[in-house]
């Protein structure tokens, strides 16, 4: 299989995740960033891409790896590579609709999956307003961010106001969402993983230092949390409703079920497989051999 690997840049949280792939796919398994491809739109058609200023091959199968941080130029790319009829293991619009929070709530609450109730915001806030339809305390976040990172709790409207006014005095045009807070559980989740329509496995993730974040990627600690119906069922309606191929579905503990938090497009790993036994990156390799046959 020759597969491509897209990813912004190396860091950190993807090295281990990206050399799991390449040890499942095999030696034709490449990664590809953003910055060394060229689009060049002409009736080459399939020789309109460019890789170090080169032209190369197209793979039969695009992994993508860029989650929540995916920029107009990581959609551009997949989206000239859909065009030429090579299969990605989750399609540009769903990525794109993944990394829009709001969006993303937007389209649970029309397919009738609980999440919590959530509001957008801008600056200058309506505090009160939010006071009355969210309350607090209520989890504060920016309208892409992954590994726990841009999401905040303020516990009142006077800590809320505060928080805002230093947003806006950083970043005038950012976008922000406010949730309501989920306290049955504090600082525990499930990351339930979803590779094509099936659910692969579930753990449990616990904060370790008194936060209501539980990443694992922050320090939280994970553990495999057994597989039921409700999980399954809530996972697979949540990835669907996004048209995501693989996902990692994030829910909470709500008084009357499972709630979802989010959904990501490009999941993290290292934690699951180290806590399940599952390898998930041959998970995803197997499924994208599965979609050799749609190659045109």
């Given at each position: 299989?020759?597969?491509?690997?897209?990813?912004?840049?190396?860091?950190?949280?993807t090295?281990?995740?990206?050399?799991?792939?390449i040890?499942?796919?095999?030696?034709?398994?490449?990664?590809?960033?953003?910055p060394?491809?060229d689009?060049?739109?002409?009736?080459?058609?399939?020789?309109?891409?460019?890789?170090?200023?080169?032209?190369?091959?197209?793979?039969?199968?695009?992994?993508?790896?860029?989650?929540?941080?995916t920029g107009?130029?990581?959609?551009?790319?997949?989206?000239?590579?859909?065009?030429?009829?090579?299969?990605?293991?989750?399609?540009?619009?769903?990525?794109?609709?993944?990394?829009?929070?709001?969006?993303?709530?937007?389209v649970?609450a029309?397919?009738?999956i609980?999440?919590?109730?959530?509001m957008?915001?801008?600056h200058?806030?309506n505090?009160?307003?939010?006071a009355?339809?969210?309350g607090?305390?209520?989890?504060?976040?920016?309208?892409?961010?992954?590994?726990?990172?841009?999401?905040?709790?303020?516990?009142?409207q006077?800590?809320?106001?505060?928080?805002?006014?230093?947003?806006?005095?950083?970043?005038?045009?950012?976008?922000?969402?406010?949730q309501?807070?989920?306290?049955?559980?504090?600082?525990?989740?499930?990351?339930?993983?979803?590779?094509?329509?099936?659910?692969i496995?579930a753990?449990?993730r616990?904060?370790?230092?008194?936060?209501?974040?539980?990443n694992?990627?922050?320090?939280?600690?994970?553990?495999q949390?057994?597989?039921?119906?409700?999980?399954?069922?809530?996972?697979?309606?949540t990835?669907?409703?996004?048209?995501l191929?693989?996902?990692?579905?994030?829910?909470?503990?709500?008084?009357?079920g499972?709630?979802?938090?989010?959904?990501?497009?490009?999941?993290?790993?290292?934690?699951?497989?180290?806590?399940?036994?599952?390898?998930?990156?041959?998970?995803?390799?197997?499924?994208?051999k599965?979609?050799?046959?749609?190659?045109?």
């Amino acid at each position: 299989m020759h597969a491509w690997i897209i990813q912004q840049k190396a860091t950190r949280q993807t090295k281990y995740e990206t050399q799991r792939l390449i040890d499942e796919g095999g030696p034709n398994t490449k990664v590809i960033y953003h910055p060394t491809v060229d689009i060049i739109v002409s009736r080459e058609g399939r020789r309109s891409i460019r890789v170090k200023n080169r032209v190369v091959d197209l793979p039969q199968v695009i992994i993508p790896r860029t989650g929540s941080g995916t920029g107009y130029f990581g959609l551009a790319i997949l989206r000239h590579m859909e065009r030429l009829g090579v299969p990605t293991c989750n399609p540009s619009h769903a990525i794109e609709a993944t990394k829009d929070k709001l969006y993303a709530h937007q389209v649970f609450a029309e397919q009738g999956i609980d999440t919590p109730k959530t509001m957008l915001v801008k600056h200058p806030v309506n505090a009160a307003l939010v006071a009355r339809e969210i309350g607090f305390p209520a989890v504060v976040k920016i309208m892409a961010g992954s590994y726990g990172k841009g999401v905040y709790m303020v516990n009142t409207q006077s800590e809320f106001q505060d928080f805002i006014e230093f947003a806006h005095n950083i970043k005038t045009d950012e976008a922000i969402i406010v949730q309501q807070y989920i306290d049955t559980r504090p600082g525990e989740d499930l990351r339930v993983f979803v590779v094509g329509k099936k659910v692969i496995g579930a753990i449990k993730r616990s904060s370790q230092d008194g936060s209501f974040k539980a990443n694992i990627t922050r320090g939280g600690g994970a553990e495999q949390f057994p597989l039921d119906r409700e999980i399954k069922d809530i996972a697979l309606a949540t990835a669907q409703s996004l048209d995501l191929e693989i996902a990692g579905v994030d829910l909470l503990f709500g008084k009357n079920g499972y709630v979802v938090c989010e959904a990501n497009s490009a999941p993290g790993f290292e934690g699951f497989e180290a806590a399940t036994g599952i390898n998930v990156a041959a998970e995803i390799i197997k499924y994208a051999k599965s979609k050799l046959g749609k190659y045109k």
